[in-house]
Structures are given as C-alpha cells and as structure tokens.
C-alpha cells in the first residue's frame, strides 16, 4: 500500500522497490517510459497492452528491459482479464486509450469504448478484486477545451470541444467517484503536449509535435497552420513519467486532479524555427487552417502547475532545447523501429 505518511516530495522514488505495479498502456510512449524507470527503482513491473496497431504499443519501446518486465498481450475492453490481472497489484498507472483528437471525431464509438466504458471496467475490477490498490489515471488538457483564461487552472471549467475530450473527462471523473464513495484510491493527471524518445511518428494523428520531429528528421516540410502564433507548452515525457511517479507514491494525490505543463509556452512558429535548428534539416511554411482541424482547435493554451508543485513537489525540469536533441537523436538511431520500410532519416 501507498505510505499515507509520506512528505510531499520526500523519498518517493525509493517507495518502488519491491513494489508490484501494472501499467495499462505499458508499451505505448508514456507507459514504457514509465517502465524504465521503475524497472531501475527495483519495482515488479506488469505491462498490459492491446498493441493496437495505430495506438502507438511498440515492442522495441521496452528494449533493454523485456528481460526484467512481465508483458501481457491484452484489451483493458476485457473484463475477465482486469479481474485477474488487478489482483496484488500496489500501483496501477492506467495510460490505455485512445489519444487521437481527429480519430475520436471519425470514429466515436470506438472512442467511448476505449476512453470511458473500459475504464470502468478497470475500476470495477479494482474494486471488486483489489481495493486497496492505487491507481493514476492519464488525463488530458483536452478536457477544458478552449480556455477562458491563462494560464489554465485546475479551476477552470471542463468544456471539451471534442469527442476525446468528452470521453476522456468522463474517464477522469470515473477514477474521482471510485476514490470518493469506493475507496479506490484514484488520481488524475492532466498531461499537456508531451514529447520524447518512444512516441509514435508512424502517421500524424496522436500529437502534431511527433509528427513535425519526423518531419525534420526526414527533411521534409512542416506546414504550420495560420501565422503560427498559437502558444502551447510542451513537457519532455521523462518530466511527465516523475509526475506519475510521485502521484502514486502518496495519499496526498488522493481524490485530485492535477495539471501537468510545460516551463514556458512557445508559439507554433518558434517551436517549429527551435526544431529545424536543433535537427539541421526541415524546413516549414504556413498555410491555410483545414476545416476539420480548426473546427476542434482550442486556440492559445498552456497550464498552470501550482498545484502539482505545491502538494507533489513535481515541477518540469528539461528545457524544450535539451528535450528535443534527445528525442532526434533517439529517432535518428532507431528510426525503422518507429517507422517501418522509410528510407534512412537525414544525418544531422
């Protein structure tokens, strides 16, 4: 069980050790982030993943660990399997889902399948199979829609513009309301724009930042929608895996949500201008907003982390710079490993 006496911020990391933990998208590019560091903190790591082939679960994603983690080939839509697999388990981090803003809009039922109903189903099996687990849940900014004010707040209303959004809030209350009248200890974690080594680049659908760095990592052209001046923040994935960290590690998250941002908001045309220098290829021009996109963009957006900072001790620590040589360089040595039968990335 979670030490309910811990410090905020206190010895979190040695918490691990020993300690069995699943992770539900565990191949998959927070989730087997995560995996890493657990596997070095001395923790009995259980990845279960669909590896649905467009979701982003990667094999090669636990290179250099598949000997010291179990993995198990499996839909969290099954609920026989979460009655089995929850049982024992310290620690769950619940990443399975569906991350596609544009997929979640062609295809909503597939959506509300995998974003809202199987967590219920992963909630009832913690409940009826092992209440006294813990469990941190990915949430998302895409819950607040377009912001009312800057930075976003946890207080600020939750008003999707989009199916993801909706079902991915509604995924988030879920693990509030199991912690609040079950007492499955639950939290949730508003992650921003997050990058890194580990992230599908295969196509363009989960996150546009993955799909620039293929881009200059190609020396193809990156189009940048309207002038660019739209600001996000971007979190490096080995800052957001410390949130996820430290999340399970006290009862003081309990029953919370909280933002998980980026140091500093960039616009799109600055980010883009920072990655063809850092890559030394790319290159970009702007165009014209498509109408499916712009009908679901939530304009300027970066978050306020106060909160995390204040009762976790988490705050972002890599410079977006620093963030994004690691992460070309990552992709520049394992490229056919991200993106089958492409011709060889461009040589910095």
Known sequence: MTDPSMAPGGDYLAFYRGRRVMITGGLGFIGSTIAHHLVRLGARVLIVDSLIPEYGGNLFNIAGIDDRVRVNIADVRQQSTMNYLVREQDVIFNLAGQVSHIDSMQDPYTDLEINCRSQLFILEACRRNNPAVKVVF??????????????????????????????????????????????????????????????LIKHNRQGFIAWFIRLAIEDREIQIYGDGSQLRDF??????????????????????????????????????????????????????????????????????????????????????????????????????????????????
């Open 138 to 199: 990915a949430g998302t900014r895409q819950v607040y829609g377009r912001p009312e004010t800057l930075p976003v707040s946890e207080q600020q209303l939750v008003k999707p513009t989009d199916v993801n959004g909706i079902n991915k809030a509604a995924g988030e209350y879920y693990h509030l309301l199991y912690n609040d009248v079950f007492g499955v200890r639950a939290c949730s974690l508003r992650l921003t724009n997050v990058y890194g080594p580990r992230q």
């Open 235 to 348: 979190v490096y994935v080995d800052d957001a895996a410390d949130a996820f960290l430290r999340a399970a590690a006290t009862d003081a998250s309990n029953g919370r949500v909280f933002n998980v941002g980026g140091l500093a908001p960039i616009s799109h045309r600055d980010l883009v201008e920072l990655l063809v220098a850092t890559s030394g290829s790319g290159r970009y021009r702007f165009v014209e907003w498509p109408p499916d996109k712009k009908a679901i963009d939530i304009g300027d957006f970066y978050a306020d982390s106060s909160c995390i900072a204040r009762v976790l001790g988490w705050r972002p620590a890599t410079p977006l710079g620093q963030g994004l040589r690691r992460t070309l360089d990552f992709y520049r040595a394992h490229f056919h490993e991200y993106v089958p039968d492409a011709g060889a990335p461009v040589a910095p």
